[in-house]
């Protein structure tokens, strides 16, 4: 069953990518049984040419350089985000700025899959691992809600047209203990 992430509780643990207690999608919809492809792209230039796990992937960068920088520029969520979503994540970055903490490290994602392509809507599916970021405060170590590891996301991207780059409209990850393994074994 995927989960949704409520921005208003993201806050740090949000950009190590670990998910929260809630256990249904917005739409209600379980786990997906669609056929999946991989997918495997060059990075390019212009972000009406980027595939969607180019641009889960850019926004995901994004996020960890705001993050590594204390949450200074937050510009990064309109890029990436349908306004609705960009808004909702501005405002946790300001609280996440708030604290002082900063997050560093490196974010390994693996296992990309696109489920349902249109020509307007697609899902990107990924494992997301977490485990070799820290969050810090003042140079020492800061705790987090959540613990940091390794967990299946699910980013669903919209676009109006295919002269319109992707834009993240729906955030979330697999209920938590569903592994990487498991999930892009079939």
């Known amino acids: 069953m995927i989960r949704q992430r409520a921005l208003s509780a993201i806050a740090l ?3 190590l990518a670990t998910p929260l207690a809630a256990c249904t999608s917005n739409t209600g919809e379980e786990d997906p049984t669609t056929t999946t492809t991989s ?15 180019e641009r889960v992937e850019a926004y995901l960068d994004a996020a960890d350089e ?10 990064y969520n309109d890029e990436y985000l349908v306004p ?3 808004e909702k994540s501005k405002a946790e970055d300001e609280e996440n700025a708030g ?3 900063i997050i560093t490290g490196e974010r390994e994602l693996s296992d990309w899959t696109v489920i349902d392509e249109t020509e307007t809507t697609a899902t990107v599916e990924f494992c997301e691992d977490g485990s070799n970021m820290k969050a810090t405060k ?15 996301g699910q980013y669903k991207v919209t676009r109006e047209s295919g002269d319109e780059p992707w834009m993240i409209e729906q955030i979330g990850y697999y209920e938590e203990g569903t ?3 498991d999930h892009f074994a079939g």
């Not at 990075?43 to 796990?53: C, L, R, V």
């Not at 705001?66 to 510009?75: F, I, L």
């Open 13 to 15: 643990a949000a950009l």
């Open 39 to 53: 997918q495997e792209a060059p990075p390019t230039a212009d972000p009406a040419d980027a595939t969607p796990q």
């Open 66 to 75: 705001a993050a590594a920088e204390g949450w200074k520029d937050t510009s």
């Open 84 to 86: 609705e979503l960009a």
């Open 99 to 101: 604290t002082g903490a």
């Open 138 to 152: 003042d140079g020492e170590p800061y705790e987090i809600n959540n613990a940091l590891g390794e967990y299946v």
């Open 179 to 181: 592994t990487c393994a």
